[in-house]
């Protein structure tokens, strides 16, 4: 079994300080320490920095890393949300295992310059969100409520209600490319996720087995390179409305 998690988060008080991040050595060594007692293992298989810290060298962050990778309290290096750059330099320092970063069909930002480093560095891809939050399984409508309470989706600007309503286009022209398939749109949309890189893993979350069954069940269909490049057509004619994330949060990501 192989148990991955994340250090870099920062606190105050007890709480998660959402306005930096904090991947000092001594921090990381905490947190890995903390969760090895908390989780009871002996050996944390992928340790990701959460976020980039601005005020840490990646340099440093890879340097700890490998010191617990030596110790035989980490087996592999991971980075999240990060710039192609910088995962450059980390990978210089020991090889990074995997990358996680949100990418989907409706959010392809990744390809233009990360997804080719990955590939050429033969580095590991975890997409989030690869069902862009729920929206890509058609389960979302302009009416749709989000509890204020558990559902940060009512803070993203693609979550409106005016975005919505653009952004059901592009579910609608998955639901009519799969039909003729035999697929979902939740299930066209992993299947081509899957098709553009032989070290994807992505990571859908859902709290409904069903949900989880039908996921699944896109690893058995195989896309054709006509069928991507019909996909990639769909997805350049039908833009996105609203933002991933909003100023705060986007300023934590792809350093």
């Known amino acids: ?14 709480k998660r300080d959402m306005s930096h991040e ?9 947190v890995c320490d903390d969760c090895l007692r908390r989780l009871k293992i002996d050996t944390i298989g992928l340790f990701y920095q959460h976020r980039f810290d601005v005020n840490t060298p990646i340099e440093d ?8 990778i030596k110790e035989g309290k980490v087996r592999h290096f991971g980075l999240c949300e990060i710039s192609a750059e910088t995962l450059k330099k980390a ?14 069909i409706m959010f ?65 022209k998955l639901n009519a490319f799969g039909r003729t398939r035999g697929m979902t749109a939740a299930q066209v949309s992993l299947a081509w996720l899957v098709a553009k890189y032989d070290k994807i893993v ?3 979350g859902t709290t409904k087995l069903s949900h ?25 004619e039908t833009p996105i409305a609203g933002d991933r994330y909003g100023a705060q949060q986007a300023a934590l990501v792809g350093k």
Request: no cysteine; aromatic share 8%.
């Open 22 to 30: 904090d991947s000092r050595p001594e921090h990381i060594r905490q």
């Open 61 to 68: 962050v890879a340097g700890t890393v490998v010191d617990l």
């Open 1 to 14: 079994m192989l148990i991955a998690t994340k250090f870099g988060h920062a606190y105050k008080n007890g």
């Open 91 to 104: 990978h210089k320092e020991y090889p990074v295992a995997a990358v996680q970063s949100e990418y989907s």
């Open 202 to 204: 992505p990571i859908p």
């Open 108 to 172: 392809r930002d990744p390809e233009t310059k990360l997804l080719p480093v990955l590939k050429e560095l033969g580095i590991g891809f975890v997409p989030y969100s690869p069902l862009g939050r729920g929206f890509l399984t058609g389960s979302i409508t302009e009416y749709t409520q989000f509890d204020p309470k558990n559902d940060n989706r009512q803070t993203l600007p693609r979550f409106t209600p005016q975005a919505i309503r653009q952004n059901l286009r592009l579910v609608e």
């Open 212 to 236: 989880l069954e039908e996921n699944l069940r896109s690893t058995e269909f195989k896309l054709s390179s006509a069928d991507i490049a019909e996909l990639d057509k769909i997805a350049n």
